[in-house]
């Protein structure tokens, strides 16, 4: 009689546990991706604190919430080394490099707005307004990494078949509205002025948004369009 709750209760540990490995396996691989970046650049594209919003609403809060969503079912027969790969990898690899040119965009933006760009400015005013762009950058990359691991929550539990283009679904839509609140969260912190020193971000300007924006598209697009594709899964075709 106990064996059968027994078997359920081991399947929703399970599947919860792989659902948190990817998400935590995605966010270390995007931060290290970019760490290796700014030691090549000679830039550190996030602050500490902004490092550690970005951890807690698109890691710690979610890993707590589908540990308890976590349902029982058959657990997944490919091997689990390759489906995480299959998800991680294009995950943190977009993300990484994405992130780096909404950076860097952001930096030109602001430059381009001073009016230092196409022009012959004094090499001291340039360096100078340079280091002055960078918390703005580090604001647009902060909430571009957010949106990015939100959506990441999203997609380990896609409510709807366009998400992942015909694989099994959660049927669960509550990681889709923990991931919106969360969005909406970040909002907040971003303009309210005390939460948003607390977590060390700059006002986050109109002038960035479409930046921002264009940088999700491009970045869902080629995410849902790896895993659609299998591109991973023919890497790996071989014994893991």
Same mark, same amino acid.
């Given at each position: 009689?106990?064996?059968? %709750?027994?078997?359920?209760?081991?399947?929703?540990?399970?599947?919860?546990?792989?659902?948190?490995?990817?998400?935590?396996?995605?966010?270390?691989?995007?931060?290290?991706?970019?760490?290796?970046?700014?030691?090549?650049? &000679?830039?550190?594209?996030?602050?500490?604190?902004?490092?550690?919003?970005?951890?807690?609403?698109?890691? &710690?809060?979610?890993?707590?919430?589908?540990?308890?969503?976590?349902?029982?079912?058959?657990?997944?027969?490919?091997?689990?080394?390759?489906?995480?790969?299959?998800?991680?990898?294009?995950?943190?690899?977009?993300?990484?490099?994405?992130?780096?040119?909404?950076?860097?965009?952001?930096?030109?933006?602001?430059?381009?707005?001073?009016?230092?760009?196409?022009?012959?400015?004094?090499?001291?005013?340039?360096?100078?307004?340079?280091?002055?762009?960078?918390?703005?950058?580090?604001?647009?990359?902060?909430?571009?990494?957010?949106?990015?691991?939100?959506?990441?929550?999203?997609?380990?539990?896609?409510?709807?078949?366009?998400?992942?283009? &015909?694989?099994?679904?959660?049927?669960?839509?509550?990681?889709?509205?923990?991931?919106?609140?969360?969005?909406?969260?970040?909002?907040?912190?971003?303009?309210?002025?005390?939460?948003?020193?607390?977590?060390?971000?700059?006002?986050?300007?109109?002038?960035?948004?479409?930046?921002?924006?264009?940088?999700?598209?491009?970045?869902?697009?080629?995410?849902?369009?790896?895993?659609?594709?299998?591109?991973?899964?023919?890497?790996?075709?071989? %014994?893991?």
């Amino acid at each position: 009689a106990s064996l059968a %709750p027994a078997v359920l209760e081991g399947q929703r540990i399970l599947n919860g546990m792989q659902d948190i490995l990817k998400l935590f396996l995605a966010r270390i691989g995007t931060v290290a991706l970019v760490i290796v970046s700014a030691l090549v650049v &000679g830039t550190f594209p996030l602050a500490v604190r902004n490092s550690s919003v970005i951890t807690l609403l698109t890691v &710690g809060i979610p890993s707590i919430f589908l540990a308890l969503w976590a349902r029982p079912g058959v657990c997944s027969r490919t091997n689990l080394s390759r489906d995480l790969w299959r998800f991680v990898l294009p995950a943190a690899v977009f993300s990484s490099l994405i992130g780096l040119g909404v950076f860097y965009g952001t930096i030109e933006l602001r430059l381009w707005s001073l009016g230092l760009l196409g022009t012959s400015p004094n090499t001291a005013v340039l360096e100078r307004a340079t280091r002055e762009s960078v918390p703005f950058a580090q604001t647009a990359l902060s909430a571009f990494l957010v949106f990015c691991g939100l959506l990441l929550v999203i997609l380990v539990k896609p409510p709807t078949r366009w998400w992942v283009g &015909g694989e099994e679904l959660s049927g669960d839509r509550k990681p889709a509205l923990l991931a919106v609140g969360l969005m909406l969260a970040f909002l907040m912190i971003s303009v309210t002025p005390p939460l948003r020193t607390l977590a060390a971000l700059s006002p986050l300007e109109p002038r960035y948004l479409p930046l921002i924006v264009a940088a999700l598209a491009i970045w869902l697009l080629l995410v849902r369009s790896f895993w659609r594709r299998q591109l991973i899964e023919r890497f790996l075709s071989g %014994p893991v």
